[in-house]
């Protein structure tokens, strides 16, 4: 039947509580209080069978499939002999960018001051 075909020849332990349950039903309705306790008890192992599946599967993925971030940092990492040497490069070239965006930002100030001082003179000037 389909329960075969779903566990092999080798079944779990829940596997072949559904098939005997599912035999033991048969293919006829649920009549008697009997087949509806057979029926009830086929659902909680079908629930049960299904959250241990679930489980097994989040394990899986984990194990497997999912990278953790250690890995991924790893995998990011320059392998190259010559990533060193372009690290360095790169953060001296940020220094010396901030380094002159700092030159003109002070530039930039005093230009402002001596406007200002300008401007204050010729007020004084002109009173």
Not at 47 to 69: A, C, G, N, T
Request: proline residues 3%.
């Amino acid at each position: 039947p389909v329960i075969v075909m779903l566990y092999g020849q080798m079944p779990t332990l829940q596997g072949a509580q559904i098939s005997n349950l599912y035999e033991k039903l048969g293919e006829t309705g649920i009549e008697t209080e009997i087949q509806q306790k057979l029926a009830a008890g086929l659902k909680v192992t079908i629930e049960e069978e299904k959250r241990d599946v679930i489980e097994e599967y989040v394990l899986y993925l984990q194990e497997h499939v999912h990278v953790s971030s250690a890995q991924h940092d790893s995998v990011l990492a320059p392998v190259h002999p010559q990533w060193g040497t372009i690290v360095r490069h790169e953060y001296a070239l940020e220094r010396l960018i901030e380094r002159k965006l700092k030159l003109w930002n002070q530039i930039q100030r005093a230009r402002r001051n001596q406007e200002r001082a300008q401007q204050e003179a010729e007020k004084k000037v002109e009173k």
